[in-house]
DNA sequence: CACCCACTATACCGATCTGTATAGTCTACG
DNA sequence: CGTAGACTATACAGATCGGTATAGTGGGTG
């Protein structure tokens, strides 16, 4: 990746998360970004490669985030139970929001401008809900064998639930809300 | 409203909901309705306005959806108790999504695509979600009356989650199961 | 019959959209 | 020193954007 590429994609980015992807023209990620237009297609080849290209980068991102938070909790507690683990998932989706996002989630806001299912950004999208729901059902057979998926999908109801909670600003610190609700949930049906 | 200006609304919700805002133009609502642009500008001064006329039309019907199903609940069992109204809100937006939405939440989806928050389509949205705040923390207070906030902010966070869920396609039928989550929630809590 | 109003049809405005072409500058490397 | 590649600057093509103007049609009402 070139440093105007890399300029080019932390730009569209941007813009792309706070206003919406048809909303944003190619020239004015090229001006935001102090590259030409020209530099911006010799990259990326067209817009909505681009598109892919952010989804991709936001969607590496955040797994490396969370792959991060959990592997350290692992490094300060040596045998953290399930429950723990779970709710560090929680943990980290606050600490993400609170810094990368206002305006929810940058998949499903996506997800809300493209229609056509055989768009390429669209198994970017579906594969990051995938691989939080198998997250979530795989730590909730941790606590319940019997009624992971059942559990699982009651964390993914939760935690998207909060995600657009915190970017329509309903009411404070929902992704802290969802945490607790779920820490009831396992204490539920844990042990 | 006359005749056109219906099909109009009726041809913008449409392709609003299905394509995204600003991914359909006038000239394609215009044609998709069977009505010129002349029409529609006579009837709704600017694609704002028919955007706001459109969410606002959403909400309204989905409001309207809503208090009929509670109606209709109470007509039945005459004296239902407040658990039984939180899960008939459930039933009533599994009926609904089954019907008008299978792209998820159309002022999610809106929200997305509007950036600016003086933007007058940004009331109708966040208004429709305090509305439903509102409710479930009101029927809330009649389980619990002094868990009342807590219990309606998870429901309203199990009752978005599973809107997302629907609208990609993540599991099967996620507003039931939220709705069965919601049961287990006001058997811990009520009583 | 005359009038009004919602409507259709069509052509156009300026602005902006994605995408491309040409020409030239800077820097790192062999 | 010379070359290659990443870059800037600028201009433009073709299409579509939101929005407007003009002319004419059809049905209902006084």
Redesign the interface.
């Given at each position: 990746m070139t440093p105007a590429a890399g300029r080019a994609l932390e730009a569209a980015g941007k813009l792309f998360y706070?206003?919406?992807i048809?909303?944003v023209g190619v020239d004015l990620i090229a001006a935001e970004a102090g590259v030409t237009k020209k530099t911006l297609y010799d990259r990326f080849g067209s817009k909505e490669q681009l598109v892919v290209e952010y989804l991709a980068d936001r969607d590496e991102r955040w797994r490396a985030f969370l792959t991060r938070w959990l592997e350290e909790l692992e490094a300060r507690d040596a045998e953290p139970d399930a429950a723990a683990r779970i709710l560090a998932v929680f943990d980290a989706s606050r600490a993400w929001t609170a810094e990368h996002s206002t305006?929810?989630?940058s998949m499903?806001?996506?997800?809300?401008?493209?229609?056509d299912p055989s768009h390429p950004a669209h198994p970017i999208?579906?594969g990051q809900?995938?691989w939080m729901?198998d997250l979530f059902t795989r730590l909730a057979g941790e606590v319940d064998q019997g009624r992971a998926e059942?559990l699982g999908?009651?964390l993914?109801?939760?935690?998207?639930?909060?995600?657009?909670?915190h970017?329509?600003?309903?009411?404070d610190d929902?992704v802290a809300?969802?945490g607790r609700?779920a820490r009831?949930l396992l204490h539920?049906h844990g042990r």
């Open positions: 706070e206003r919406g048809h909303a305006k929810g989630c499903v806001n996506a997800h809300a401008e493209i229609s999208i579906t809900k995938r729901l059942e999908r009651s993914m109801l939760l935690h998207e639930g909060a995600l657009v909670a970017g329509l600003q309903i009411f929902p809300e969802a609700r009831e539920v």
